[in-house]
C-alpha cells in the first residue's frame, strides 16, 4: 500500500470536508447545486462528503420543503443542514464578583441565558472552576442539553492573556484565569475580557480601528488595528498601564489606573460629598452606600455635584482618546459594560474637550448597546468563529441509532 498515496487522499477528503461544513454552518437547508457553487466541488464529491458528515452526525438529510403543487420532473434535489443535536457552544464572563453564561446553538441563536453572583476570592481557583462548571451544567439542563452537547466553551476574565490562554504572574490575575480547561465541558478557550467585548462590538457594528473600553469596577482595552485584534506577547496590549503616568500626581490623587468609571464614580461621590460646599441629593444618602448608579441618576437631575464628578470623567476619558488616536490610530473609542447605558453625559463632556485639539485626529466616542452581556455575547462570536474556521477539531454529538430512539423516549 502507498502510504503517502493514502495520506494524501486522507487529507484532501478532510480539506473538502471543512470547506463543505463551513458552508453549512453558514446556511439554513441547501442543495448539492448550492455547495457545489460555493465550495466549487464536483457533485459527486459533494455527495459523498454529505453523505459522510450525515454518517458522523454533523448534518442531517431533510425533506423537500415546495409544497406548493408543482410537479417536478427526475429526483427532487437532496437538501442538507446542519443538525440541531450536533452540540452547542458556551460562552461565559467570569468576572471577580458574577458569572455570566449563554449556550446558543452553532448558528449563534441564543437558547439559554443564566447569571449569578460569586465571590471569588472566597471560592479561589478550584472553587471558580467548580462553580462555573455547575453553572453551565444548569443553564444546559434548563434546555434539555448536557455537558457532552458543548463542542467549545469559551470563557473571558479580567486579566491579561497571551495567545496560549496564560497570564503572567499576580496573584489577581492568578486568581481570575482560575485553570478553567480542567472544569469546563468541550475544548475551552480563555481569552480577557475586553477583548471579547472588542470582539462582540466589531460584529455588531463592523469598524477595522477601534478601541472598546470595557469599564465599571475596573478597565481594560479591547483594540482592534486594520482588522486585527491586538495582544502583545503577554496579553497586555489593553491593559491601559499608561493611565497611572496620566493621573499620577497632586493634582488627581484620588484616581486608580485600573479603576473603571463605575468605580470613579462611586468613590469620588463617597470621598467628597461632605466637603462639597452646595447643595446635592446625594448627602442624603449613607456615605457608604453611595453607587455609581447613585451619581448618574443625580446628574441627570440636574444635582451640581454629581455633574462636576461626569466632567471629571469626561476629562479623563477624552485624555485615554488622544492618547489611543494617537498611537493607534483607532476612529471609534466604544464604551462598554453595564455602564455604558448611562455613560453619555460622560461622552458629552469628553466630546466637546475633542473639538478644541483640532490639531490630532478625533475619534468617535460611542456608547456600547450590548450592556452588561457584552463580555458573553463576544465569547458566543469568537467560539462560532473559532469552530467555522476549523471544524474539523471538534467531533459533533453522535445520532441516536434508529433502534435506540424508541427505547430513549
Given at each position: 500500500?502507498?502510504?503517502?498515496?493514502?495520506?494524501?487522499?486522507?487529507?484532501?477528503?478532510?480539506?473538502?470536508?471543512?470547506?463543505?461544513?463551513?458552508?453549512?454552518?453558514?446556511?439554513?437547508?441547501?442543495?448539492a447545486?448550492?455547495?457545489?457553487?460555493?465550495?466549487?466541488?464536483?457533485?459527486?464529491?459533494?455527495?459523498?462528503?454529505?453523505?459522510?458528515?450525515?454518517?458522523?452526525?454533523?448534518?442531517?438529510?431533510?425533506e423537500?420543503?415546495?409544497?406548493?403543487?408543482?410537479?417536478?420532473?427526475?429526483?427532487?434535489?437532496?437538501?442538507?443542514?446542519?443538525?440541531?443535536?450536533?452540540?452547542?457552544?458556551?460562552?461565559?464572563?467570569?468576572?471577580?464578583?458574577?458569572?455570566t453564561?449563554?449556550?446558543?446553538?452553532l448558528r449563534?441563536?441564543?437558547?439559554?441565558?443564566?447569571?449569578?453572583?460569586?465571590?471569588?476570592?472566597?471560592?479561589?481557583?478550584?472553587?471558580?472552576?467548580?462553580?462555573?462548571?455547575?453553572?453551565?451544567?444548569?443553564?444546559?439542563?434548563?434546555?434539555?442539553?448536557?455537558?457532552?452537547?458543548?463542542?467549545?466553551t469559551?470563557v473571558?476574565?479580567?486579566?491579561?492573556?497571551?495567545?496560549?490562554?496564560?497570564?503572567?504572574?499576580?496573584?489577581?490575575?492568578?486568581?481570575?484565569?482560575?485553570?478553567?480547561?480542567?472544569?469546563?465541558?468541550?475544548?475551552?478557550?480563555?481569552?480577557?475580557?475586553?477583548?471579547?467585548?472588542?470582539?462582540?462590538?466589531?460584529?455588531?457594528?463592523?469598524?477595522?480601528?477601534?478601541?472598546?473600553?470595557l469599564?465599571?469596577?475596573?478597565?481594560?482595552?479591547?483594540?482592534?488595528?486594520?482588522?486585527?485584534?491586538?495582544?502583545?506577547?503577554?496579553?497586555?496590549?489593553?491593559?491601559?498601564?499608561?493611565?497611572?503616568?496620566l493621573?499620577?500626581?497632586?493634582?488627581?490623587?484620588?484616581?486608580?489606573?485600573?479603576?473603571?468609571?463605575?468605580?470613579?464614580?462611586?468613590?469620588?461621590?463617597?470621598?467628597?460629598?461632605?466637603?462639597?460646599?452646595?447643595?446635592?441629593?446625594?448627602?442624603?444618602?449613607?456615605?457608604?452606600?453611595?453607587?455609581?448608579?447613585?451619581?448618574?441618576?443625580?446628574?441627570?437631575?440636574?444635582?451640581?455635584?454629581?455633574?462636576?464628578?461626569?466632567?471629571?470623567?469626561?476629562?479623563?476619558?477624552?485624555?485615554?482618546?488622544?492618547?489611543?488616536?494617537?498611537?493607534?490610530?483607532?476612529?471609534?473609542?466604544?464604551?462598554?459594560?453595564?455602564?455604558?447605558?448611562?455613560?453619555?453625559p460622560?461622552?458629552?463632556?469628553?466630546?466637546?474637550?475633542?473639538?478644541?485639539?483640532?490639531?490630532?485626529?478625533?475619534?468617535?466616542?460611542?456608547?456600547?448597546?450590548?450592556?452588561?452581556?457584552?463580555?458573553?455575547?463576544?465569547?458566543?462570536?469568537?467560539?462560532?468563529?473559532?469552530i467555522?474556521?476549523?471544524?474539523?477539531?471538534?467531533?459533533?454529538?453522535?445520532?441516536?441509532?434508529?433502534?435506540?430512539?424508541?427505547?430513549?423516549?
Amino acid at each position: 500500500m502507498n502510504t503517502t498515496s493514502a495520506s494524501s487522499t486522507q487529507l484532501l477528503r478532510q480539506i473538502n470536508s471543512d470547506a463543505l461544513l463551513r458552508f453549512a454552518l453558514e446556511e439554513q437547508v441547501f442543495t448539492a447545486g448550492e455547495a457545489m457553487a460555493a465550495t466549487g466541488l464536483t457533485r459527486a464529491t459533494v455527495l459523498g462528503v454529505c453523505d459522510g458528515l450525515v454518517d458522523i452526525g454533523w448534518l442531517e438529510e431533510v425533506e423537500d420543503g415546495q409544497s406548493d403543487g408543482r410537479t417536478h420532473k427526475g429526483r427532487p434535489a437532496r437538501r442538507y443542514q446542519v443538525r440541531e443535536a450536533a452540540g452547542v457552544v458556551v460562552g461565559l464572563d467570569a468576572g471577580e464578583s458574577y458569572f455570566t453564561a449563554i449556550v446558543a446553538d452553532l448558528r449563534g441563536r441564543e437558547l439559554n441565558t443564566r447569571r449569578q453572583s460569586i465571590d471569588s476570592h472566597a471560592l479561589g481557583r478550584a472553587g471558580r472552576g467548580a462553580s462555573a462548571r455547575e453553572m453551565i451544567r444548569l443553564t444546559l439542563r434548563d434546555i434539555g442539553r448536557t455537558l457532552d452537547d458543548v463542542l467549545l466553551t469559551v470563557v473571558g476574565v479580567p486579566a491579561p492573556i497571551d495567545a496560549h490562554g496564560m497570564s503572567p504572574e499576580g496573584d489577581f490575575w492568578h486568581l481570575m484565569n482560575s485553570g478553567f480547561a480542567s472544569h469546563l465541558p468541550g475544548m475551552v478557550i480563555v481569552e480577557n475580557d475586553a477583548n471579547l467585548a472588542a470582539i462582540a462590538e466589531r460584529a455588531h457594528d463592523p469598524s477595522a480601528n477601534q478601541a472598546t473600553l470595557l469599564t465599571g469596577e475596573r478597565f481594560g482595552a479591547g483594540l482592534i488595528v486594520d482588522g486585527h485584534l491586538l495582544r502583545g506577547p503577554r496579553g497586555g496590549a489593553g491593559e491601559m498601564r499608561f493611565l497611572d503616568t496620566l493621573t499620577a500626581g497632586k493634582f488627581v490623587p484620588d484616581e486608580g489606573g485600573t479603576d473603571g468609571f463605575g468605580a470613579l464614580a462611586r468613590k469620588w461621590a463617597r470621598s467628597r460629598v461632605h466637603s462639597y460646599e452646595g447643595k446635592t441629593m446625594l448627602r442624603h444618602i449613607p456615605e457608604g452606600e453611595i453607587t455609581a448608579e447613585d451619581v448618574f441618576q443625580a446628574a441627570r437631575e440636574g444635582d451640581p455635584f454629581a455633574a462636576d464628578i461626569i466632567a471629571r470623567l469626561g476629562d479623563r476619558l477624552a485624555r485615554i482618546a488622544v492618547v489611543l488616536s494617537s498611537l493607534l490610530d483607532v476612529e471609534r473609542v466604544i464604551i462598554a459594560g453595564g455602564i455604558s447605558r448611562a455613560i453619555e453625559p460622560v461622552l458629552e463632556h469628553a466630546r466637546t474637550l475633542l473639538r478644541t485639539d483640532s490639531d490630532l485626529p478625533l475619534p468617535e466616542l460611542v456608547a456600547s448597546t450590548l450592556g452588561a452581556e457584552v463580555v458573553v455575547k463576544g465569547a458566543i462570536e469568537s467560539a462560532l468563529t473559532r469552530i467555522k474556521h476549523e471544524p474539523g477539531a471538534f467531533l459533533p454529538r453522535p445520532p441516536v441509532p434508529e433502534e435506540l430512539r424508541g427505547k430513549l423516549q
